[in-house]
């Protein structure tokens, strides 16, 4: 008996700790599940959205209504109407109310790995009443634009929040835009006041936002945007304030105004549909668009995709590499992980500094159980060796999450192999900005056959379809390729783009009527699993065959000498367009033609041979947003010799890297 007790503890000890079953833990449950979100969507997410805090409860039936046909009228969404709630009460008030108060909500490490610091929900509360506070006291009112320019610092969170405690909307701009884009981004939404720092470290070079800042502020007077207080937060090791540019009138030192304030503030209660935030993204044309999103929508939608996709719950330490200044730093960073009583990692400065191991030191050290990235960083921290990760225990490793880009197959087994040592499932989820959350996913209950490379099936509420590029028809077969595109609506989806309804129709709704039309390209294949083929926008047709730009890198990044490749087409006179090209090569590799023959040969074997790049242009770097995304317009001048005609390159990481490129051409 005696025995039999210990072995039951023992075993409940294992199961506890080791054997967390996900919560769709068959592919019934998902069945189930994903039938009934598309048969009865009000129904469905009506009981979901019951998991959070509403201050008044939408009514079971009645709060959803939906238009996405342009023939029909208006494009409108909407869910939980009738209901109120507020999105920093369900991250913050919810989890010290059950007791988590004295858990870390943030764990920050700065650029330097000995800057560290842990907020705990309590504090991370109180922050955001105090801030909340300040935001009223200038005037902020619901509804009301605010733009926050910081760095990964914990007070970029805690200032959404905060925004989103008073109902103020949002706009973090990436730390690393310029003034130009900056200004441009506070004049359309009329932001009037601006949360800042002094400036940053990223890796060996400092950046002195608070000047960036200033320039923005006087090109935004310029276009008769008036900005009425800019809050500065001072950074340590970047600048000391004694020599930041100061305007007394205007400017407003974090440390001397906010510990002032009140570390009370009751949460502005609000609609639904009333709007949460605004993002900006790049279109394929025209100036950035400000996607918008609503608050009771975006918060179930992000907080079940962290649920159920992600397996997040309370107590789990989540990091996420992104930037807050991105989709996925706001929904899988800073909201979801919160929203399911996490604690978030968040990283300042560069994962790859001061050397390859930093991240899998942190993983070690927080004890990390959802590691969330993208490729690009994968395949920069794959380049530098397994040594790095092998270096640190990574066993508290349970899933790796990806989004962003197309996963090659190499990265895929290094991530599963070396990073989640065959234990974890790669969580490689297809979504937008447009959309809020996750799309396609493996399945928890499937993880392991998860196929390298593919974005998996769709998530619930999710109708994805292919369509024919040419007649816009839907392609009914299992097996597909063509554009793909969404039926029907769902809670995180964008609501419309700031001041330009008429646009948001035009980008995602005229295209294909009915659809929404998400600008990529995919493939589905005999299971039901979706890949996708890049953007539509990036299709390169050669001799009339459609190749997709990532396919052909997928195919030259199998090679185990080449690093990373990036693929445009350029014109060409027999053929239509041509494969070009560019591609970095391990370390130790070198470059010439016996190496180009290797490589090419193995797009032949791999795709075919249509597929067999016309040019390979040798790249030590390429050049990359500081999101990560590679600027294909930049390499498509190069490639073309029309450099003279580059634009604006100043949102590239390493603008040195333009240079070292025409350097290389024909070599
Ligand atoms: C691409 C990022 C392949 C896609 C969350 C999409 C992906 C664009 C994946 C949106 C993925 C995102 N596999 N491609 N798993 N995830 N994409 O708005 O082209 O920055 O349209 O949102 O990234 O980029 P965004």
Redesign the pocket.
């Known amino acids: 008996m005696q025995r039999l007790e210990v072995l039951a503890r023992q075993l409940t000890a294992v199961v506890a700790v080791e054997d967390r079953t996900p919560l769709l833990a068959t592919k019934n449950d998902y069945d189930t599940m994903y039938k009934r979100s598309i048969q009865d969507p009000e129904g469905f997410w009506g009981e979901l959205a019951l998991g959070y805090h509403w201050d008044r409860k939408f009514p079971a039936r009645g709060h959803m209504a939906a238009n996405t046909d342009v023939r029909r009228g208006p494009v409108s969404i909407q869910f939980f109407a009738g209901g109120t709630t507020n999105l920093s009460y369900n991250c913050l008030d919810r989890w010290v109310a059950a007791g988590r108060g004295e858990q870390a909500a943030l764990i920050w490490e700065g650029n330097d790995e000995s800057e560290r610091r842990t907020v705990t929900y309590r504090e991370l509360l109180a922050e955001v009443n105090r801030l909340s506070n300040w935001l009223k006291s200038r005037g902020v009112q619901k509804g009301d634009a605010v733009t926050i320019y910081l760095p990964m610092v914990p007070e970029l969170p805690a200032a959404m929040l905060a925004c989103a405690r008073v109902g103020a909307v949002h706009s973090v701009v990436f730390a690393g835009f310029s003034a130009d884009s900056l200004a441009q981004r506070m004049v359309d939404c009329n932001a009037k006041v601006l949360l800042t720092a002094t400036g940053v470290m990223r890796g060996t070079k400092p950046v002195l936002l608070k000047t960036i800042a200033d320039d923005a502020v006087r090109l935004a007077a310029k276009a008769g945007q008036d900005t009425s207080s800019v809050l500065c937060l001072e950074v340590a090791n970047a600048l000391a304030a004694a020599d930041t540019p100061w305007n007394p009138v205007r400017d407003v030192w974090w440390h001397a105004a906010i510990p002032m304030q009140s570390a009370e503030c009751a949460p502005t209660w609000l609609d639904a549909e009333d709007r949460s935030f605004l993002l900006y ?1 790049s279109g394929s044309t025209g100036k950035p668009k400000g996607v918008v999103h609503c608050t009771g929508g975006y918060m179930v939608g992000v907080g079940v995709s962290c649920r159920y996709l992600y397996d997040m719950r309370p107590g789990d330490v989540v990091f996420t590499t992104a930037d807050c200044g ?3 730093g706001h929904s899988y960073l800073a909201y979801g992980p919160l929203l399911c009583g996490c604690s978030a990692v968040i990283m300042g400065g560069i994962p790859t500094h001061p050397d390859g191991g930093r991240a899998w030191r942190m993983v070690e050290r927080y004890k990390v159980r959802q590691f969330y990235t993208a490729p690009t960083l994968l395949r920069s921290l794959l380049q530098l060796g397994d040594a790095w990760p092998r270096q640190s225990d990574l066993s508290s490793l349970r899933v790796l999450a ?6 090659n197959e190499h990265a895929w087994h290094w991530f599963h192999e070396v990073i989640g040592g065959s234990r974890c499932p790669v969580v ?6 447009e959309t809020g959350n996750a799309m396609l996913s493996p399945l928890p209950c499937a993880w392991f056959q998860a196929k390298a490379g593919s ?1 998996g099936v769709p998530f619930f509420g999710v109708c994805p379809v292919m369509l024919d590029p040419t007649t816009g028809n839907e392609i009914c077969t299992v097996e597909a390729e063509g554009v793909l595109a969404l039926r029907g609506v769902w809670p995180g989806m964008m609501r419309t783009l700031h001041g330009d309804h008429e646009r948001f129709e035009s980008a995602y709704f005229a295209p294909y009527k009915g659809y929404y039309f ?3 390209g995919a493939r589905r294949d005999a299971d039901g699993h979706y890949w ?1 083929t ?2 539509v926008d990036d299709v390169i047709n050669v001799s009339g065959h459609r190749i997709g730009t990532a396919e052909v890198e997928s195919a030259l990044t199998e090679h185990p000498d080449c690093a990373e490749a990036a693929v445009i087409g350029v014109d060409h006179a027999l053929k239509g367009q041509a494969i070009y090209a560019f591609v970095t090569l391990r370390g130790h590799v070198q470059a010439g033609d016996a190496m180009r023959k290797l490589l090419m040969d193995h797009v032949r074997k791999s795709i075919g041979p249509f597929a067999v790049p016309e040019v390979i242009h040798w790249a030590p770097g390429l050049p990359k947003t500081r999101s990560g995304k590679i600027m294909r317009r930049v390499l498509r001048k190069i490639a073309s010799g029309q450099e003279k005609e580059l634009g604006d390159i100043s949102t590239l990481a390493e603008p040195g890297v333009v240079e070292m490129l025409i350097k290389l051409r024909g070599k």
Do not use: V
């Open positions: 993204t991105w989709i996925t990806s989004a962003g880009e197309p996963m490689d989820t297809w979504w937008q900005t974005a998400t600008g990529d996708i890049g953007r």
